[in-house]
């Protein structure tokens, strides 16, 4: 019976099934596909580095997100030293940061993220952070870009009551909104968005299976 209990507790998260609700569904839809039909994901591990002048807090918070999310993914997530393929740029100066976007020909972001995709997979991404951020609107705008490199590659202007990083959240009172800015980790929606993502078992995904559920406000 104790074989048993120990075999038990250690399979990996993903036999485990969720039944989806409506607003999980439409948050999934709201943020996988980033045009018609598109959606990318990774295939191979994910190496994450970081690059840049960056702090041990910044490793200890990258560390933390690794850990909170990993479970939700089908591949491996580590944090290494060198040869990353998801690197985390932390610049020293705002020229540089600017220099680099400066070309998208938009006012510049608080962050961004670029990724190198092909037949639906992502072989490595680069995500930028502004130099003059500090905590915890640094942590924020990083789960924000991480989320995105991950797959979650689009935005919504839906409002959403659960708390959420890529879309409105419709907030209790004050004091839930703070309580939300100063959560480190990644909110559950998101995680069930990256769940779905990995660990569909149809062929191919469709926006159109989705569209029933639009609605401004759940």
């Known amino acids: 019976m104790l074989q048993f209990i120990i075999l038990f507790i250690t399979l990996p998260f993903s036999i485990f099934k969720h039944e989806y609700s409506d607003t999980e569904l439409l948050y999934?839809?709201?943020?996988?596909?980033?045009?018609?039909?598109?959606?990318?994901?990774?295939?191979?591990?994910?190496?994450?580095?970081?690059?840049?002048?960056?702090?041990?807090?910044?490793?200890?918070?990258?560390?933390?997100?690794?850990?909170?999310?990993?479970?939700?993914?089908?591949?491996?997530?580590?944090?290494?030293?060198?040869?990353?393929?998801?690197?985390?740029?932390?610049?020293?100066?705002?020229?540089?940061?600017?220099?680099?976007?400066?070309?998208?020909?938009?006012?510049?972001?608080?962050?961004?993220?670029?990724?190198?995709?092909?037949?639906?997979?992502?072989?490595?991404?680069?995500?930028?952070?502004?130099?003059a951020l500090i905590y915890p609107k640094k942590h924020e705008v990083l789960r924000h870009e991480l989320l995105h490199a991950l797959g979650l590659l689009g935005h919504s202007n839906i409002s959403f009551k659960q708390e959420n990083m890529l879309a409105n959240i419709i907030f209790k009172s004050l004091q839930h909104q703070q309580e939300v800015r100063y959560n480190k980790a990644i909110p559950l929606l998101d995680k069930l968005a990256l769940y779905r993502l990995y660990h569909s078992r149809k062929s191919g995904l469709k926006r159109k299976n989705y569209q029933y559920l639009y609605v401004k406000v759940i």
């Not at 960056?54 to 560390?63: A, C, G, M, P």
């Not at 491996?76 to 985390?88: C, E, H, R, Y």
């Open 28 to 131: 999934f839809a709201e943020t996988t596909f980033y045009k018609e039909d598109s959606y990318a994901k990774w295939k191979k591990p994910i190496k994450v580095e970081l690059a840049g002048n960056y702090s041990i807090e910044d490793i200890l918070i990258v560390q933390e997100i690794i850990k909170d999310i990993k479970p939700y993914l089908s591949v491996d997530m580590s944090l290494v030293k060198n040869q990353g393929n998801l690197k985390i740029h932390f610049d020293a100066d705002t020229t540089r940061y600017n220099n680099r976007f400066e070309t998208l020909k938009q006012n510049c972001p608080l962050g961004y993220m670029k990724p190198t995709i092909s037949n639906k997979q992502i072989f490595n991404a680069a995500i930028y952070l502004h130099p």
